[in-house]
């Protein structure tokens, strides 16, 4: 019954270190989004892939990138991770645009 | 900027008191609005949404929201709240043709 999946749930990475995030989903949503969830903030719009078209926010650092090889997988790279990256990462689908989103369970990133 | 706003970031309640979480966005167009809920160790998964009709939405496990358009407000209600229903509530609000905006949370905590 799984429909937005994360892996893995915990990720620990050293600090500098590249680390990728993966996040598959079954529903075949033409959007796929990534978040940044910092202790007790909202969650943080990084980017989103409308099928494979790229959608940067602007305040996005340039240390995130993302991949969405075909319409079930996404990834989340971040290239040097540093302390202050440390947050529950989401990844969310919808059908379309301003649609509701469904959400994965995350993925906790620690940086050492 | 667009914002939305929880004011209460912590409710503590006892079981069968009434619920009202409130909800307020600074966005003068036209919006879709939701409720999402986080139960400990869980992911976030959608309460209830509004996009047009009725103001006044049902969700599931009965929680409903009433959209007040003067008021930019999508206030959470619930008449008798349950132990289980301990989670943090988070409002989203998606202006049309701009992302979805998360307010901070609230935590709900309700005593058996």
Not at chain 1, 54 to 77: G, I, M, V, W
Not at chain 2, 34 to 53: D, E
Request: glycine share 6%; hydrophobic share 35%; aromatic share 14%.
């Amino acid at each position: 019954d799984a429909m937005v999946i994360q892996n893995p749930r915990y990720q620990v990475t050293q600090f500098g270190k590249p680390v990728t995030l993966s996040c598959s989903q079954t529903l075949n949503h033409n959007v796929m989004y990534w978040y940044q969830q910092k202790s007790s903030q909202a969650p943080k719009l990084l980017f989103h892939y409308y099928d494979k078209d790229f959608n940067n926010e602007a305040d996005t650092p340039d240390n995130f990138q993302s991949r969405r090889p075909n319409t079930s997988f996404c990834f989340l790279d971040i290239r040097s991770p540093g302390l202050g990256d440390a947050a529950m990462y989401l990844c969310a689908t919808s059908r379309d645009i301003g649609r509701e989103q469904f959400f994965g369970p995350g993925t906790r990133l620690t940086v050492l | 900027a667009q914002s939305v706003s929880q004011h209460n970031h912590h409710v503590i309640l006892s079981e069968a008191a009434s619920l009202e979480l409130g909800c307020n966005y600074s966005y003068g167009g036209t919006v879709n609005l939701f409720w999402y809920v986080q139960y400990p160790g869980q992911h976030l998964q959608l309460l209830l949404k509004y996009f047009s009709g009725d103001p006044l939405v049902k969700g599931i496990k009965g929680f409903e929201a009433e959209f007040i358009k003067s008021k930019f407000s999508f206030n959470l209600r619930k008449p008798s709240v349950q132990w289980s229903d301990t989670a943090e509530y988070f409002c989203a609000v998606k202006p049309s043709s701009y992302k979805l905006i998360f307010g901070s949370g609230t935590r709900l905590l309700v005593r058996p």
